[in-house]
Nanobody, 122 residues
Framework: QVELVESGGGLVQAGGSLRLSCAAS????????MAWFRQAPGKEREFVAA?????STYYADSVKGRLTISRISANTYLQMNSLKPEDTAVYYC??????????????????WGQGTQVTVSS
């Protein structure tokens, strides 16, 4: 049984910071790609960032330079700085087994957490 549990969401003012955590259990996640997605009200779930087993990282253009993904053992983190109101969304941690290339598509990730709410006030 694969389980992903997110934590660290909350309410923050514009320009502030938050650190999201994702704890994984059930598999050898060292060889998995880990990713963060987000979904704002009325919008589709979208890719935010991914980190491969090798440590290579990938970001959506909208978050480059402000958000940083990292991983230590079975835990994946998303450091969020200089937050903007448009970053308000439910943030989801996702995982998939090793593939030749990274994916930014929701459908390519079979494992998901329950999500954590991030609200940025203006």
């Amino acid at each position: 049984q694969v389980e992903l549990v997110e934590s660290g969401g909350g309410l923050v003012q514009a320009g502030g910071s938050l650190r999201l955590s994702c704890a994984a259990s059930g598999r050898a996640f060292s060889t998995y790609d880990m990713a963060w997605f987000r979904q704002a009200p009325g919008k589709e779930r979208e890719f935010v960032a991914a980190i491969r087993w090798s440590g290579s990282t990938y970001y959506a253009d909208s978050v480059k330079g402000r958000l940083t993904i990292s991983r230590i053992s079975a835990n994946t983190y998303l450091q969020m700085n200089s937050l903007k109101p448009e970053d308000t969304a439910v943030y989801y941690c996702a995982a998939r087994a090793l593939y030749p290339s990274v994916s930014t598509k929701v459908a390519d990730y079979p494992y998901w957490g329950q999500g954590t709410q991030v609200t940025v006030s203006s």
